[in-house]
């Protein structure tokens, strides 16, 4: 078992490097594992969900004869929708540290809508039985199946992923960013919805207050919540970042690796005919004018009195 999970191991390390060497964005190992323990976590907590809706079926609902209390049911759904919640929570946050690739459409869409699908499978079996009911009057059947329709709606809400965020996306706005700035840094308000090339460009373009403003990786400030570059990244690195304008031109040209189609992606759509870069084989860098650098700092020296 140990010389089997360390093959593994060492598959997955060669695996990454290969990625990372072909310009590819990798979750780091350590958000990896965080976030295979955030999946279990989740999966877990959607286990207890279901196995409540379960017991309310076939213990309460489905007998022959039976009592039907309000109260206890609304119990069970409480306790459902708190399991869920947090399953969904957990899964999403995963999804941040180490997200699916485009590549494999169902596996995308499954795993950032997970959340959502367990929801259905969690509630609405339940809701269904309820109105079908033969041992409860009309007014027991609205009012328990009303809040669990609520219950199951806004649980459902926190298992959408509206904008999910790919390993692709992650890739293609560190690729631009990278090459506007010389470092994969972005700045951001974790309350908000958009990152930005430089500080000054977060505090007048994203009017993010300063106390609110913080700085990281674009895989960071995806962890964090935040969905996307801002699609401005040309104005704001030409007025407010002090990027020159060869170097913005050189990247939607594709000078600097990107190509036309992952360009657009980071733009909004009429500003598409930007966009100067070739549909598939990147440019060679050419004529870029360096990133300013700091002077090297020289120690001062002292001389020593002669003997």
């Given at each position: 078992?140990?010389?089997?999970?360390?093959?593994?191991?060492?598959?997955?390390?060669?695996?990454?490097?290969?990625?990372i060497?072909?310009?590819?964005?990798?979750?780091?190992?350590?958000?990896?594992?965080?976030?295979?323990?955030?999946?279990?976590?989740?999966?877990?907590?959607?286990?207890?969900?279901?196995?409540?809706?379960?017991?309310?079926?076939?213990?309460?609902?489905?007998?022959?004869?039976k009592?039907?209390?309000?109260?206890?049911?609304?119990?069970?759904?409480?306790?459902?929708?708190?399991?869920a919640?947090?399953?969904?929570?957990?899964?999403?946050?995963?999804?941040?540290?180490?997200?699916?690739?485009?590549?494999?459409?169902?596996?995308?869409?499954v795993q950032?809508?997970?959340?959502?699908?367990?929801?259905?499978?969690?509630?609405?079996?339940?809701?269904?039985?309820?109105?079908?009911?033969?041992?409860?009057?009309g007014?027991?059947?609205?009012?328990?199946?009303?809040i669990?329709?609520?219950?199951?709606?806004?649980?459902?809400?926190?298992?959408?992923?509206?904008?999910p965020v790919?390993?692709?996306?992650?890739?293609r706005?560190?690729n631009?960013?990278q090459?506007?700035?010389?470092?994969?840094?972005?700045?951001?308000?974790?309350k908000g919805?958009?990152f930005?090339?430089?500080k000054?460009?977060?505090?007048?373009?994203?009017?993010?207050?300063?106390?609110?403003?913080?700085?990281?990786?674009?895989?960071?400030?995806h962890a964090?919540?935040?969905?996307e570059?801002?699609?401005?990244?040309?104005?704001?690195?030409?007025?407010h970042c002090?990027v020159p304008e060869?170097?913005i031109?050189?990247?939607?040209?594709?000078?600097?690796g990107?190509?036309?189609?992952?360009?657009?992606?980071?733009?909004n759509?009429?500003?598409?005919?930007m966009?100067?870069a070739?549909?598939?084989?990147?440019?060679?860098?050419?004529?870029?004018?360096?990133?300013p650098?700091?002077?090297?700092?020289t120690a001062?020296?002292?001389?020593?009195?002669?003997?």
């Amino acid at each position: 078992m140990a010389d089997e999970a360390k093959k593994k191991a060492k598959a997955a390390e060669r695996e990454r490097a290969s990625a990372i060497a072909e310009g590819k964005w990798v979750p780091a190992p350590a958000d990896k594992s965080k976030a295979v323990w955030f999946r279990v976590a989740a999966i877990v907590l959607w286990v207890a969900a279901i196995a409540i809706e379960l017991w309310v079926i076939f213990k309460i609902l489905l007998p022959d004869d039976k009592e039907v209390v309000t109260w206890q049911i609304l119990v069970f759904l409480a306790a459902m929708a708190v399991l869920a919640i947090a399953g969904n929570l957990l899964w999403r946050k995963a999804n941040r540290l180490d997200p699916a690739s485009e590549q494999n459409k169902f596996r995308f869409f499954v795993q950032n809508q997970l959340g959502a699908i367990i929801t259905v499978i969690a509630f609405l079996p339940l809701i269904i039985l309820v109105f079908l009911d033969k041992d409860m009057d009309g007014k027991q059947k609205g009012i328990i199946g009303g809040i669990a329709i609520a219950i199951a709606a806004a649980v459902f809400a926190t298992g959408v992923e509206t904008n999910p965020v790919s390993q692709e996306q992650i890739t293609r706005e560190r690729n631009v960013v990278q090459a506007l700035t010389g470092q994969d840094q972005v700045w951001y308000s974790k309350k908000g919805s958009k990152f930005h090339v430089c500080k000054q460009a977060a505090l007048v373009t994203g009017r993010i207050q300063p106390q609110n403003l913080t700085s990281g990786t674009v895989a960071q400030a995806h962890a964090d919540g935040v969905d996307e570059l801002t699609k401005l990244w040309p104005t704001e690195a030409r007025k407010h970042c002090d990027v020159p304008e060869d170097r913005i031109q050189a990247v939607l040209s594709g000078a600097t690796g990107l190509n036309a189609e992952e360009l657009k992606k980071t733009l909004n759509p009429d500003e598409d005919d930007m966009v100067k870069a070739p549909a598939s084989v990147p440019a060679t860098p050419n004529n870029v004018t360096p990133l300013p650098t700091k002077a090297p700092t020289t120690a001062p020296t002292t001389t020593r009195p002669a003997a």
